[in-house]
T-cell receptor, first 112, second 116 residues
Framework: GENVEQHPSTLSVQEGDSAVIKCTYS??????FPWYKQELGKGPQLIID?????GEKKDQRIAVTLNKTAKHFSLHITETQPEDSAVYFCAANSRGTYKYIFGTGTRLKVLA | EAGVVQSPRYKIIEKKQPVAFWCNPISGHNTLYWYLQNLGQGPELLIR????????DSQLPKDRFSAERLKGVDSTLKIQPAELGDSAVYLCASSPLEISSYNEQFFGPGTRLTVL
């Protein structure tokens, strides 16, 4: 079945450094790739997304890249801040539909 | 604009007891989802509604789980009877009517269920 793998499972960076989280997906029909941030005790919050007709998208300190050929997509956070500490989930839509397949999450810790 | 509202936020019950979770989606969002999130995992879809119709319940364990969205707005997810393995966070999400496959889903805070 469809699968999304996410790495690393935990990531610690110094404040001000960059963080990169990588995901791979198996369904070649996937065409929408959202990233969610989940803080403790809260639901996932959409932070950025990318569609399959775009290779890169940026929003201030956050960027996402997509390599459709390799079925890879990545989240890049620059100039990290302590408030960036959270669990980040990538997802891909199954068969190009509403159904999201989520990765297993990356716990990011930004050390002050 | 108010987000997705869920209640209760926390629930502790004994095994074999029934439990119900309630969700109020974002106003105007006629698509509603229930997800299960186990500890250390990403959310997994249980059921999806378009208005009052359950259009995908293939992942819902129907022997003990049920859901309803009678008027196409609020929704209730029920477990009867609960088992120890049902301990998890139950998330509700909503999105506007899907006009393409690029639908954004907005999540509520979830209900953390503990079954003793």
């Amino acid at each position: 079945g469809e699968n999304v793998e996410q790495h690393p499972s935990t990531l610690s960076v110094q404040e001000g450094d960059s963080a990169v989280i990588k995901c791979t997906y198996s369904d070649s029909a996937s065409n929408y790739f959202p990233w969610y941030k989940q803080e403790l005790g809260k639901g996932p919050q959409l932070i950025i997304d990318i569609r399959s007709n775009v290779g890169e998208k940026k929003d201030q300190r956050i960027a996402v890249t997509l390599n459709k050929t390799a079925k890879h997509f990545s989240l890049h956070i620059t100039e990290t801040q302590p408030e960036d500490s959270a669990v980040y989930f990538c997802a891909a839509n199954s068969r190009g539909t509403y159904k999201y397949i989520f990765g297993t999450g990356t716990r990011l810790k930004v050390l002050a | 604009e108010a987000g997705v509202v869920q209640s209760p936020r926390y629930k502790i019950i004994e095994k074999k007891q029934p439990v119900a979770f309630w969700c109020n989606p974002i106003s105007g969002h006629n698509t509603l989802y229930w997800y299960l999130q186990n500890l250390g995992q990403g959310p997994e879809l249980l059921i999806r509604y378009e208005n009052e119709e359950a259009v995908d319940d293939s992942q819902l364990p129907k022997d003990r789980f049920s859901a309803e969205r009678l008027k196409g707005v609020d929704s209730t997810l029920k477990i009867q009877p609960a088992e120890l393995g049902d301990s998890a966070v139950y998330l509700c999400a909503s999105s506007p009517l899907e006009i393409s496959s690029y639908n954004e889903q907005f999540f509520g805070p979830g209900t953390r269920l503990t079954v003793l």
